[in-house]
């Protein structure tokens, strides 16, 4: 374990090992969310009792599930993952940022997970991603925070991806150069 541990932290330095737990975790938090019994497919073929994670078959919900499934953090209903679409938690909510590091080997890279974060964060507000939070003050693009992403708002600003602004956080030209790049291009 003490090997395992000096090589994770020998790829990824202290800080860009604990923003790669705050990203899953708020990842984790934002699909945790569509954890509702109410809520089951029409479909549920593989009669499956709720409550659990459906991505709708959209790759939207898909790519998320699938890295929190590589970090194991979501467990999947399915044998193999053979759909990727119905999942579970496999540790508790308040441990997925040390789940995310102990399992970072398996995941994505930490440049894909800061994308995977932003985008989803920037697109789609049903994961809670509230589009309303991006402002503009003149022509810089700010991005306002809830007070549960403070700490991971701090993280990702120690290694250059936001900066602090007045009324939140500004992306940079690190963070933007990266947003641009297609998710083939990132290395996963």
Request: proline letters at 6%.
């Amino acid at each position: 374990m003490a090997l395992a541990r000096k090589q994770l932290t020998s790829m990824m330095t202290i800080d860009e090992l604990e923003a790669y737990g705050e990203i899953a975790h708020a990842i984790a938090v934002s699909l945790g969310q569509f954890f509702d019994p109410t809520n089951i497919p029409p479909k549920n073929e593989l009669k499956l009792p709720p409550p659990f994670f459906y991505t709708y078959s959209q790759s939207t919900f898909e790519y998320p599930a699938e890295v929190l499934w590589r970090l194991k953090i979501f467990k999947s209903l399915e044998q193999d993952n053979q759909y990727g679409v119905f999942f579970v938690f496999d540790c508790d909510l308040n441990d997925v940022p040390i789940v995310a590091v102990l399992n970072s080997v398996g995941g994505p890279s930490l440049d894909m997970l800061v994308w995977t974060y932003f985008y989803f964060r920037s697109e789609y507000s049903r994961l809670q991603f509230d589009r309303s939070v991006l402002l503009l003050r003149g022509s810089e693009p700010i991005l306002s925070i809830r007070e549960d992403e403070r700490k991971l708002y701090q993280s990702l600003e120690r290694l250059g991806y936001v900066t602090t602004m007045p009324l939140g956080y500004s992306s940079t030209s690190k963070l933007d150069q990266l947003l641009e790049k297609v998710v083939t291009d990132i290395d996963c």
